[in-house]
């Protein structure tokens, strides 16, 4: 008796923001915009920071941001460029390669914002604290310390992978990433939302890649391939890192911004 056994490889879309499309690979109209470009004469075309007016839409990309002491948009240059009006809102400054957050300084009504690093002026060796009230601080190398209660001692920590916080507590397991189950804590999955609503993506912890979602039935899955998807979800769905091909009518990977996005990562480490 001859026995057929058939095997499903499961799939799924990750996408990568350095393919994020360029506004010259974009052909809908309401992508074009949609993604902080101009749609003129059925051409998409870049629009420059210091063109948008909207604060939302400059700190939405990676290349622009608002300061809100002028009012204006600009390319992004450095942290301290940028003033803002609750301290929050440095964190949406830049590009993230190197993070902003607020100096505490306030000046005529509005916080500077500083570079992460830069701000850590009194850097502590982790395992050189004793205590877990003396385990509070940052290392040269960017690590945070924290008490690890089971061994009683004080380590270095980055979360590279959701598992590293496991044997820690639930505040460093990061909710956007991770989720935290029975004192592990373990990958996000698409299966982990619970609403249409939130079924979107799922961003990994290298901040650079996402698997996408979609909602079937009444659960949230991973979408297995962008042949399911049409011109009016082609882009959006995909973060910008598809678009719509008219000539061939399917959805097509970007060339993106994977050379723009290298260049742009020299320029801030060298200014710092």
């Known amino acids: 008796m001859l026995i057929l056994i058939l095997f499903t490889i499961c799939q799924s879309v990750t996408v990568t923001l350095d393919k994020t499309c360029l506004c010259t690979e974009i052909f809908v109209e309401n992508d074009c915009t ?80 500083t570079n992460y690093l830069a701000k850590q002026l009194n850097y502590i060796v982790c395992s050189d604290q004793l205590t877990s009230s003396s385990c509070n601080g940052v290392q040269s190398d960017g690590y945070r310390c924290v008490w690890k ?50 079924c979107s993506f799922v961003p990994h912890l290298d901040g650079n890649s996402f698997t996408i979602c979609t909602w079937s039935g009444k659960q949230c899955v991973e979408l297995s391939s962008v042949s399911q998807l049409q011109q009016s979800n082609c882009s959006s769905i995909t973060l910008g890192t598809y678009f719509w091909n008219n000539v061939k009518n399917e959805c097509i990977e970007c060339e993106g911004f994977g050379k723009l996005f290298l260049m742009s990562f020299i320029i801030l480490i060298a200014s710092f």
Do not use: M, P
């Not at 700190?59 to 609750?86: L, P």
């Open 34 to 113: 949609a993604f902080g470009c101009k749609f003129e004469s059925k051409l998409c075309s870049i629009l420059a920071c210091s063109d948008v007016t909207s604060r939302v839409e400059c700190d939405s990309r990676f290349d622009c941001s608002f300061d809100h002491k002028t009012q204006t948009c600009s390319a992004f240059s450095q942290c301290n460029a940028y003033y803002v009006d609750a301290e929050e809102q440095c964190f949406n400054k830049g590009n993230q390669v190197i993070g902003c957050v607020s100096s505490g300084k306030k000046t005529g009504g509005f916080y500077q914002c």
């Open 149 to 198: 209660s089971i061994s009683n001692e004080c380590v270095a920590f980055q979360l590279d992978s959701c598992s590293d916080a496991s044997d820690l507590n639930e505040a460093l397991c990061n909710v956007s990433y991770c989720v935290w189950s029975n004192n592990d804590c373990n990958e996000k999955q698409c299966k982990d939302f619970t609403s249409q609503s939130s």
